[in-house]
């Protein structure tokens, strides 16, 4: 037994990526060609593409929201998970790696599964709260004020804590928000760091600590993942 969180070599990471990852070809494919972009950090880990997937499965999330869809491993990793009836509903400001992640998305057969929407997210999320009827990049479902069974959050990090009070209106009593990056590679507890990336994952950590409408969960996995669950 041990309080404390074991620490990782790269030995006990390969022995995890072993052991543990079944990723899928396509998804390798995608990881691949997303390492080549200078952006590249931004893509999760295989590992934590199949924690989402499992945690998708647990929650029978049939309504999704993807806030920073990036080249689209997340999303493939949502929406291969979802039911048949499933929809994802991902925001992202980029066509350029969206369109990567279209051509995925085509190729695994789940592009119906999920609609994108391009623009601010903070508008995509009131227009989603504002619903009264059927939106037209999403046929056949309503949204509105507890609407959505899951949402994960790995966007712009200075607008963490803005976003949050919307994902909760959003979010389903038991709904469960996903926030990524949590821990931000350490800098977090390092107080010389005050970048507004950093001073907004802060500020969303304490937020969701001190908010009793949730229940919480951080959890060491790649660069820090809390679960938080709407009560």
């Known amino acids: 037994m041990s309080r404390k969180n074991i ?6 990471e390969e022995y995890i ?14 990881r691949e060609e997303t390492a080549r972009l200078a ?20 929650t029978r999330a049939e309504k999704i929201l993807e806030i920073g869809t990036f080249t689209g491993y997340s999303s493939l990793c949502f929406a291969s998970a979802l039911p ?20 995925y998305w085509k190729e695994a057969g789940l592009e119906k599964k999920i609609d994108l929407k391009i623009g601010s997210a903070f508008e995509t999320l009131q227009l989603l709260l504002d619903s ?3 939106l037209e990049w999403a046929p056949g479902w309503s949204f509105g004020f507890a609407s959505i069974d ?42 010389s760091h005050q970048e507004p990336s950093t001073v907004g994952i802060r500020t969303l ?7 009793p409408s949730v229940d919480v969960s951080m959890i060491p996995i790649a660069d820090g993942v809390s679960l938080v669950r709407k009560k």
């Open 205 to 211: 950590n304490e937020t969701i600590y001190n908010d």
């Open 39 to 58: 952006q590249a950090n931004m893509q999760i880990s295989p590992e934590e593409g199949q924690f989402l997937n499992i945690l998708t499965k647990l």
């Open 17 to 30: 990526f072993q052991k543990s990852v079944r990723e899928p070809e396509l998804f390798r494919k995608l």
């Open 132 to 134: 009264k009827s059927d």
């Open 7 to 12: 620490q990782l070599t790269e030995k006990l």
């Open 84 to 103: 048949e009836n499933g929809r994802l509903i991902c925001c992202d400001i980029s066509t350029e790696w969206t369109n990567i992640a279209k051509r």
């Open 150 to 191: 899951l949402v994960f959050l790995d966007a712009d990090k200075e607008n963490y804590p803005n976003y949050y009070p919307l994902i909760l209106k959003l979010l389903k009593p038991g709904g469960l928000l996903i926030a990524d990056n949590v821990l931000w590679d350490g800098s977090v507890v390092d107080v």
